[in-house]
């Protein structure tokens, strides 16, 4: 089968990761792919009297959950302030009597959920504060211990209640750091799979109507005129954003998925319900769309007459909808099987990709809700495309502790901690914040995960004292099934999957070489740090030993040169090259010009072709194309991005240099390091022309001798202006105070090039159009480093022109042009102590750091330093030593030059640390 390159190349490039995820998620391969999640609450098992019970209970809704075809658990893990699970900073659930039940029960369901082969999200919910039913009276307990400093209240104080709950304040900074902490703990100590976030919201939409809130709108009136209702949902999901960011900051690829309300419209059918956005303030499609959840649960607990509308608000609102997978109950109050099921099969027509089915107690009774088993799809979305930002502002002025963010021109509350958290999709090269006082503006190319940095100044970040960083790592999929895996940490006992490896004491690095399992099982890779009894730990994960899906092409499109349109004469020929991923696997390829067939050859690198001009008639457009079949007899096919276009030679015109410093190229490669140039030309020098490859003119400057010049480096001269051409009579050479002098006349524009020879103990000076009538060469006394000159008419039109020294020990040169005249001068050798010596510390600037080394250290620091070591010993050596880079600084290569030259320096250092592939330690 014939691939066609524009539907070959992106659909085999889409779907080929889409294959390795979907098939990665679904071992073994069943008819199912989905969600079919089961809410555990506490009230599901909590009730049953003492640890053994309750235990029982627990694991026999992981094997019933199993039965019935589920493959994830919703494992309530927090309500109303209280802990289902053993915390420092908090009580225990009124379930147990807000007493240690003897065992640890989220551990146990952990356990027992993945005996069944299930997985496990904690269902966390934040705000809910204080239960008006329960009435928790342990010192421990949030609302015990801070009263309404942290409730949601009205103008007395009075703190507002919703669902017999008073609610956390989302904006109180102690709140947030609070509702971090809970995180931490969680996602530390335990082998989740997920989390899930319920009861983000506000309690109801009294809140717009307190003094407070109406005072802290308008005080963000300087940075945007967002509306009221809008600010409201900028704090929830800024407090949403803050846990998140506590999970990835430590674990990334956990699934993480909110619970929010109905989206309801006007209508009788549900004049009894609030709505999400401007009741409770909660912007699920945002969330879901700005990369904070992975999946968004509407909670959608109502009879199936009312659910299609409900579902559809958010279903058909996003284009992420495979990631909107609704909560269901059948009814607020009452478990509806009957309905439930209608409502389930109405999801999955419209194409849901699961439901979440509340709660075990009902959904486990009865008959089972799903016929099938269904395999997990991978729900992860967000693992390597949100990257969460944690900037500690504690030495900054951040007035109402209060930022604004021009990625996603949003609203976020800092932590008592003064920390900024936040999640961004695409990281900027400049992240730019504002507080009410001042605008701050951060480089971000240097950063490196986890991103936890303080903030020093209004532009500038550093790590804190205790920290960990990966800086090498493969691809979350990847076909190694082996890699080692580079951290870098603050001092400690550093760890790489719990072994310690000691980490060099100047850069602080350490890596550990770590097998990669089996394909389709993850790898886990944690690095730590701890010292004074305080770790940080950063965690991932990643499944090796995968198949390489990568279209494998017989042509690579962007390796093809020359590329773009080229014009030749009909005597010339164009030579075709390009990189092949097929090389090992191919039987025959040929390149096509206008349909007729031409033979490739492999050099060992590349293949390569010649296309005859005289083939085509001129004014002839010849489109190229190459055929390919590989050794299993499948057929590859492709228009290369190059076209020709026949054109007489008298048609291509004479140009010339229209400004100093114009480059002529030995050819068409990329130009690295300061070469590879023919010469430098300033403006008036004209050059024939035989040739063009896009922008770039190809010069004819002798029968035999080509170079390359960018087009908007010259002018076309009107047609029939005659190549420049001269014929040279006479050449003198005399001694000029600290130089020898050579003048050379120069009665018409021709090109020109010098080359320093000096193993035959010269330099050459070579004239295009130019014929010799030498019938004069002046030797003045006193030539001090040139012994004498001597010529060559090396062919028809190019005269060569030498210049013999009398040592090898070439000090500088310089060729000027003026008016009908080159002067060409060779610099005396200078006195010893009276040298001077330019040091150039290379690199240098904002972005052009050179090479970077496994610590993070640039290139240029280093050159910097170097340079300024070489420099004192040199000036203590009593050398005169200027610095062409004495800051950190980035001045152009030609900057760089013309400084150089007008200090005179004598010789000229340029310091690299040049970069070398292989493994992290080598010479």
């Not at 020898?740 to 120069?746: G, K, Q, V």
């Amino acid at each position: 089968m014939t691939k066609d390159l524009n539907s070959s190349m992106k659909n085999r490039r889409k779907f080929g990761l889409l294959f390795v995820i979907m098939f990665l998620f679904t071992i073994p391969l069943s008819a199912v792919s989905a969600l079919q999640g089961l809410v555990v609450l506490a009230t599901d098992w909590a009730y049953e009297q003492g640890a053994e019970a309750q235990q029982n209970t627990i694991r026999k809704i992981m094997i019933d959950a199993k039965e019935n075809n589920y493959n994830t658990v919703y494992f309530q893990v927090r309500e109303a302030g209280e802990s289902i699970y053993p915390t420092q900073n908090g009580s225990w659930t009124t379930l147990f009597n807000e007493q240690d039940p003897g065992y640890d029960p989220l551990q146990f369901a952990l356990n027992e959920a993945h005996l069944q082969g299930l997985h496990l999200y904690a269902q966390f919910d934040v705000l809910t504060a204080y239960s008006l039913v329960n009435r928790p009276k342990s010192a421990d307990h949030i609302y015990n211990q801070n009263g309404k400093i942290w409730i949601v209240a009205d103008d007395s104080f009075a703190p507002i209640a919703e669902n017999a709950c008073y609610f956390l304040d989302p904006s109180n900074p102690q709140v947030i750091s609070y509702l971090k902490q809970q995180v931490n703990e969680l996602v530390t100590n335990y082998m989740l799979d997920g989390i899930h976030f319920t009861h983000l919201y506000y309690p109801n939409n009294q809140i717009l109507e307190t003094q407070a809130f109406i005072r802290q709108h308008a005080s963000i009136q300087t940075f945007s005129h967002l509306d009221i209702n809008s600010y409201a949902q900028d704090i929830v999901t800024s407090c949403l954003e803050a846990l998140v960011t506590e999970v990835k900051l430590l674990k990334p690829y956990l699934t993480i998925s909110a619970e929010t309300h109905a989206l309801i419209h006007k209508s009788k059918s549900f004049r009894t319900m609030n709505a999400a956005d401007t009741y409770y303030f909660q912007d699920g499609i945002s969330w879901l769309e700005r990369g904070l959840i992975d999946v968004l649960v509407p909670k959608i607990h109502v009879r199936n007459k009312s659910f299609s509308s409900l579902f559809n608000m958010y279903y058909q609102t996003s284009e992420l909808r495979d990631y909107i997978i609704p909560s269901l109950r059948g009814d607020e109050e009452i478990y509806r099987g009957n309905d439930l099921k209608k409502e389930l099969e109405y999801a999955v027509k419209q194409g849901a990709k699961g439901i979440v089915v509340c709660s075990a107690e009902d959904a486990l009774k009865g008959k089972s809700l799903f016929t099938d088993k269904a395999d997990l799809p991978f729900m992860a979305r967000t693992h390597k495309e949100s990257k969460a930002v944690e900037l500690d502002l504690s030495d900054q002025n951040v007035p109402n502790d209060i930022i604004f963010t021009d990625h996603d021109r949003a609203f976020h509350f800092l932590d008592q901690y003064n920390k900024l958290t936040m999640i961004i999709q695409d990281m900027p090269k400049y992240l730019k914040l504002q507080s009410m006082q001042e605008k701050m503006n951060f480089q971000t190319r240097e950063w490196t995960v986890p991103y936890r940095y303080i903030v020093k100044s209004k532009n500038e970040v550093q790590r804190p004292a205790q920290f960990i960083e990966l800086r090498k790592a493969p691809e979350f999929m990847t076909t190694d099934s082996s890699f080692s895996f580079l951290f870098r940490a603050s001092t400690g006992d550093t760890r790489i999957n719990d072994e310690s490896i000691e980490a060099y004491s100047h850069t602080h690095i350490f890596f550990k070489e770590i097998a990669l399992r089996p394909f389709g099982q993850r790898t886990i890779v944690r690095g730590s740090v701890t010292a004074r009894n305080k770790s940080l730990f950063y965690e991932d994960i990643y499944y090796g030993n995968m198949p390489d899906t990568t279209t494998k092409h017989a042509v690579v499109l962007k390796s093809v040169s020359p590329q773009d349109t080229v014009l030749l004469p009909p005597d010339d020929y164009l030579r075709v090259s390009f990189t092949s991923m097929l090389v090992d696997e191919m039987d025959t390829i040929l390149l096509y010009a206008n349909g007729s067939p031409l033979p490739l050859y492999y050099n060992g690198k590349r293949y390569v072709g010649e296309v005859p001009c005289k083939m085509f008639p001129t004014n002839s457009i010849v489109y190229l194309q190459v055929a390919a079949r590989d050794v299993r007899g499948e057929n590859y096919s492709y228009n290369l991005p190059l076209t020709l276009i026949i054109q007489d030679r008298y048609k291509f015109p004479v140009v010339e240099s229209i400004s100093d410093f114009s480059q002529v190229s030995y050819s068409l490669g990329e130009v690295r390091l300061g070469g590879p140039y023919i010469q430098e030309y300033p403006q008036g020098v004209r050059f024939r022309t035989s040739g063009k490859f896009g922008s770039t003119y190809r010069l004819q400057l002798s029968q035999t001798d080509v170079g390359y010049i960018p087009e908007a480096e010259v002018k076309v001269l009107p047609p029939g202006t005659p190549s420049p051409h001269f014929n040279l009579f006479n050449l003198s050479v005399k001694p000029d105070t600290v130089r020898d002098l050579l003048t050379i006349p120069w009665t018409e524009p021709v090109p020109y090039t010098v080359m320093a020879q000096p193993e035959q103990q010269r330099i050459r000076i070579r004239l295009y159009g130019v014929q010799s009538s030498s019938t004069w060469l002046t030797h003045r006394e006193g030539l001090e480093v040139i012994d004498h000159i001597s010529w060559e008419q090396r062919d028809s039109e190019t005269y060569d022109i030498f210049v013999n020294l009398r040592d090898n020990n070439i000090w500088g040169y310089d060729i000027k042009q003026n008016e009908k005249y080159l002067s060409f001068t060779v610099k005396y050798p200078p006195i010893r102590n009276e040298l001077r010596i330019a040091v150039e510390a290379g690199h240098g600037g904002e972005w052009n750091w050179g090479a970077v080394g496994l610590s993070g250290l640039k290139e240029k620091v280093v050159n910097r330093d170097t340079a300024e070591k070489v420099r004192d010993m040199l000036r203590e050596m009593g050398y005169d030593v200027v610095e062409i880079r004495p800051e950190d600084t980035a001045p152009k290569l030609r900057e760089r030059w013309l400084l150089t030259d007008s200090l005179d320096a004598d010789i000229f250092i340029s310091i690299h640390a040049n970069a070398a592939g292989g493994d992290y330690l080598r010479v």
